[in-house]
């Protein structure tokens, strides 16, 4: 049965390849994951492999570590899976590894270094390389699960080995029937400190830079060598799936708050079949190389996820490259106003974007630090996705409504001389007057904008019980702000000696909440604790 799984589905179906196609990719956070930025979409490296050793037995073991089943959701329709996936994989590794040798001509044409001119390896001390965690980012850039992405840190050994895969348990899970049920693994060699490939016996092999990785007998399912990954690579499993690597230095850092974050699609009916998700939320706290500044937002997508993509990977670029002036940086910490550079950050954002049939709500909080460590706030938002900020007690709204209905979009569009006619609810069949994307009725109709509202300027004081809450409309179409701030109170009453995981638990509650009112719509919370420090990772994206 377990090779069964592992063996590539072959299907005429045209139909069944079209939906294959038409699968929404999914983004899968690892623990300890790091910031996937414009450097992951640059063009793959063309040179060929570099050195590249085989393992020693020891060095295998520490490499691999322990195996640890993945939460994955949504596995491929039609495929059981069972008992029959809970072997261990690092068990099974090394049984194979000791049954197999590679050709000496393949590992010279390689470049695989020998025994006999290997270097002695000993065990660093793991605290003198701590300061030398290296984060590893995938995306897949072509094939049925193109825009699929995960990133893992060298030090999260709970997620390590990380394997890819047609099904659960794998980490990177691509829907492509030419990848085997398990295809290739990827650890981390404490020894060398580098990422390592393997190929884990797979029938249609892997390429790493258009050069073959699996052991010379596919049919044997024999694992292939280690082989050392370097950023700019490509990843080549079946014959459409390419995966990017990005890999960077990172070193860990602590949030200064608590952060969750969660997302369900959600259903129409209780039991029902899951609505498409279109939501993506993030953070990226620091922005690279702007440590005192950080992003949280909330991107709602209509018509289809591309333009909430879009928006959720341009939009902190963005607000990053315009931060990285030094004359505007020092002018938002010393003015306390940053609504020059979030309404420039918008536009540029809409300018980047070539989205005409998608369109997306977008609510970014900009949060940053002065030279005495008092934290900042302030919002920019286009759409309904709300966010509010709660301190001593009293609710600070950080958003605004621009649904067609709403008071302060009928103002603006009647004080462009084309006002709404009683009764008129959408512009175009849209509910929504101002969104980024949509290109083709922002054509057609005027009073469609991507003009951002500003809010105003939040100074966070130090132990106030001060929280932020930002959500998609999932969340507020059932409940209220005076309801979120209820569900925050009695979850600290709850839990009052956590702190480092409270965060993640209350955004949970929230959620849980918005399921039990039946909510209709994909819902996506973020959840920002003033009053504690998160060790979580300082950068994650979910769609």
Known sequence: MVGELERPLVSNDVDLAQDQSNDLTRNYDLEGECHLNAALLRPPRTQGLVHKQRLSSASRRLALGDSVVGDVSDPLDGILVGQTLKRRVVTEHLVELQKHGRPENQSQNLRFGTENDRPQESVPNTDAISDQRSCLSLQVVSGPSCGLHCSVLSTSTARLPLTLGRVPPSYLLLKDYEVSGKHAMITWNLNKLRWELVDMGSLNGTLLNSHPINHPDPGSR???DPVELASGDTITVGTTSNIYVHISSHNERLVPFGVGMTSDPMSLRRGGKKLPMEDVCYYHWPLPGIYQFGVFGICDGHGGVGAAKSASKILPEMVATILTDSVKRERVVSGQDASDVLRDAFSQTEASMNNYYEGCTATLLLLWADADENFFAQCANVGDSACFINMDGKQIKMTEDHKVTSCSERLRIEGIGEPLKDGETRLCG????????????????????SEPYISQVVHLKKSSGAFALLASDGLWDVVSFKKAVQLVVQTRERHPTETENLAEKIAEVMLDEARTQRTK?????????????????SCKVRP
């Open 222 to 224: 024999l694992w292939g």
């Open 521 to 537: 719509d994909n819902t996506s919370i973020i959840f920002i604790d003033f009053d504690s420090i998160s060790t979580v990772s």
């Open 430 to 449: 849209l509910n929504l007057a101002r969104m980024l994307g949509d290109k083709f009725v922002k054509q057609q109709d005027s009073r469609f904008s």
